[in-house]
């Protein structure tokens, strides 16, 4: 699952060197070619200009060496600076390192000299404390001049994407293979700048080995339900919504995500005394009156319906209680959001796997659950605690199931930040449930469109913007 979209760890990249080396590919070959992809990157980008590298005392070091032979060979101007003694290296950096027959000068922020281009291969992902001293001084001194990160920022922590004391941001990072959680989750993300991912001959079959469990978010990790010549609206699945009596633009939100998203039919149960509301703004929707609570648990019994979104615009009194408990009474699927997340925290219902979704933001989690640690570890710790698919939205959105699975997104526009997108959100997820996608990649397919809707129509989107930028994505989709 995931192809080119899987992310590994730290410690499941150094697997993957491993496994390569027993593949016939060791360690210092793959230094050389990282040299080499990073070298190219940078030559692609800018021309000769007087340029510093960097080296840290590992193979991350080891490949700012090679850079910088590379790069001499090519005619560039280019100085090092080493943390540590030459006589230090060992194992592949060492072999690296005589690949260098300049000057090799102190870490020190006085060595940028006249630098107009700084490569940063300082430190590498596995790093465990935080950058300090000449390092630190070194880099936060390089700050005004364009930064080549090798594999990440140093500082950065690849499996958290956590700065460990400082780290630079970078104009380019080269990374290989396959990205790290780092490289997506926040801060992280906002340090790396433009990613290319180069391929070092790590052959792909390591994979099969690895078993990767984390993922970008994307098209290769999901396909949207596609209707066939024999369809009609009931196959392509009856979602409800319950509706609130006071912020009904909530649900109206989400019956229209959800339309858009594809469910053949949408349900709304509207309060009797706010029926009129949905029924004169949803003419593409079912509007059905709820004079009682039971009301919503009879309007459930008809199987056909298969999919239930309770929480946007609910309240948190005991009607919503009562929804969500008739919601997962039945056998199909069930999305829990805003409000409904707040009424049943300390008492939340049995998970339903691949059938039920939680779509918290960082307040609803917290109230949720006690977890601590960056989003992907306590999305990750609450799906499989709970049972349920999480989907902890931001703008490093991780939706995560509970056998252990997690999709990071990184293509959510700041525009997003608006009243209302998480209602369409949640609808959006509930239509593709509705369809028969499983919870997790329902979840990840509406975060990826619901971004992507957002970056198409850029700055001054409302909420009420994103069903209507639906269509366009997955025609472009489609297409492809």
Known sequence: MGGRSSLLTVEEMGLADRLAAARGHPGFDLMRRAGAAVTAAVRRRWSPRPTLVLAGPGNNGGDGFIVAARLRAAGWPVRMALQGSRAALAGDAAEAAKCWSGPVEPLEAAALGDAGLVIDALFGAGLKRPVSNAARETLEAAQDLPLVAVDLPSGLAGDSGVVLGYAPCATLTVTFFRKKPGHLLLPGRLHCGEIVVADIGIPEAVLDEIRPISFENGPGLWVPPTPDPESHK???????IWGGAEMTGAARLAARGAMRAGAGLVTVSAPDEAWAVYAASLPGALVVRRREPADFRHLLEDARKNAVLVGPGAGLGPETVAAVQAACAGSGAVVLDADALTAMAGHLPEGRGDAGLLTPHDGEFARLFRFDGDRLARARAAAAAS????????????????????????????????????????????GLMAQGMPAFEAAAAATWLHGEAATAFGPGLIAEDLPDMLPPVLHRMHAI
């Open 234 to 240: 009931y196959t392509r699945g009856h979602a409800v």
């Open 387 to 430: 049972g349920w698919t999480v989907l902890l939205k931001g703008a490093d959105s991780v939706v995560a199931a509970p056998d252990g699975r997690a999709a990071i997104s990184a293509n959510a526009p700041p525009w997003l930040a608006t009243a209302g997108s998480g209602d369409v959100l949640a609808g959006m997820a509930l």
